[in-house]
Structures are given as C-alpha cells and as structure tokens.
C-alpha cells in the first residue's frame, strides 16, 4: 500500500497587501514561483521572502 502524501506543485502565487485596520486589498503581485513555506519577515518598512525556487525577494515602497 502506497501512504506516501500527495504532492501539488504549484508555478506561481500571489502576494496580496492588505489594509490592517479595514482588511481592504491595497495591492497584488504575481510571483514567478510560490512563497516558500514560513519565509515572510518584515523589517523597517520591507517585506523579506523566499520563492519554492530559492530567490530571495526583497519588496518595499517605490
């Protein structure tokens, strides 16, 4: 009996910014790959992650 778990690979995400007060979407971005599982770390006004492919995404204001 095969118990091994199935796999969904996915090719690309979304990164959806939303208002903390009103949960209104502000911004959506489509991501070459998916955020890698537990990646997202934010600091002085920026927003660290990595992709499933292994970049590493640096996102802030313009």
């Not at 690979?9 to 890698?36: C, H, M, N, V």
């Amino acid at each position: 009996m095969n118990v091994a778990p199935s796999v969904k690979l996915w090719s690309s995400g979304i990164l959806r910014a939303a208002s903390a007060s009103t949960g209104e979407k502000l911004a959506q971005y489509t991501l070459d790959a998916p955020p890698a599982w537990d990646s997202l770390a934010a600091a002085n006004g920026l927003l660290f992650f990595s992709l499933a492919d292994g970049r590493v995404v640096c996102m802030g204001p313009r």
